[in-house]
């Protein structure tokens, strides 16, 4: 089993919304920082959002910025993104992840840095 699970996506039209949440287990446990990635047919994954799961810090890719918000929720060890206002350009597979340790700067936002993912869920924006 991946130590994270996604779900919440789906099939929306332009303007709508949907909220994915990632549920941990295992390792995921007292990670740094998680994070949703997402990654369209034929392009490279890129960061969405992340948050430090101790101080709540947020960050967030520019596009998405005022139209998505990420969250987490310690007591049931999940972490959820609400998407708003939804483009077809968000059309994408959406990745949860989280990382042991602290990042700073352009580290937390490369894939490449978070040990943990699971396996995605589909998001299809259509106009």
């Known amino acids: 089993q991946a130590p994270l699970v996604e779900s919440g996506g789906g099939l929306v039209q332009v303007g709508g919304s949907l909220r994915l949440s990632c549920e941990s287990s295992?390792?995921?446990?007292?990670?740094?920082?998680w994070a949703w990635f997402r990654q369209a047919p034929g392009k490279e994954r890129e960061f969405v959002a992340a948050?430090?799961?101790?101080?709540?810090?947020?960050v967030y890719l520019g596009s998405v910025e005022g139209r998505f918000a990420i969250s987490r929720d310690s007591a049931s060890n999940q972490v959820y993104l609400q998407m708003d206002r939804l483009k077809a350009e968000d059309t994408a597979r959406y990745y949860c992840?989280?990382?042991?340790?602290?990042?700073?700067?352009?580290?937390?936002?490369?894939?490449?840095?978070?040990?943990?993912w699971g396996q995605g869920t589909l998001v299809t924006v259509s106009s």
């Open positions: 992840a989280s990382r042991q340790t602290y990042c700073s700067g352009s580290v937390c936002y490369d894939s490449r840095e978070y040990e943990d």
């Open positions: 295992g390792r995921a446990f007292g990670s740094y920082a």
């Open positions: 948050v430090t799961w101790r101080a709540g810090k947020k």
